[in-house]
């Protein structure tokens, strides 16, 4: 598992490439915020994650090992468990979380999180009354 590639994935780097394209500016991997997002908007709070489907336990494409079934169920289960729980700190933070599957359509994604982007900036500016 720790070949497994954690930040950077394919999904990832779709995504971030689209967003690019768009004029989009993010940070990537912030290690100052619960969980390390992996796309970060600091200015609109917004903190985007790209889960993996076997991780994460989509429930599309999610499935359990045959082989140390048990071990395996509880490992993918703390997943869930510690998603919930950056997410709840991030949310205390004062921040916005969104999460998207991997086999999600990039473009999309993009498109909501640009959307959400905009919402975000423009509810700062105008101080909060949207």
Not at 1 to 24: C, D, F, N, V, Y
Not at 28 to 41: A, E, M, R, S, T
Not at 94 to 107: A, K, T
Request: proline share 5%; charged share 35%.
């Amino acid at each position: 598992m720790k070949r497994m590639r954690r930040a950077s994935t394919k999904p990832e780097l779709l995504i971030r490439r689209e967003l690019h394209r768009r004029g989009l500016r993010f940070r990537v991997n912030h290690p100052g915020l619960p969980g390390k997002p992996d796309i970060v908007f600091t200015r609109a709070r917004l903190a985007v994650f790209v889960d993996g489907c076997f991780w994460h336990r989509c429930p599309v494409h999610g499935v359990l090992p045959r082989n140390n079934r048990d071990w395996w169920e509880a490992k993918l289960l703390r997943n869930v468990e510690r998603d919930r729980e950056k997410d709840a700190a991030l949310s205390a933070l004062g921040w916005h979380v969104r999460h998207f599957w991997e086999h999600e359509d990039p473009v999309r994604a993009t498109d909501e999180i640009a959307r959400l982007w905009r919402h975000l900036l423009s509810e700062q500016a105008s101080g909060g009354r949207s």
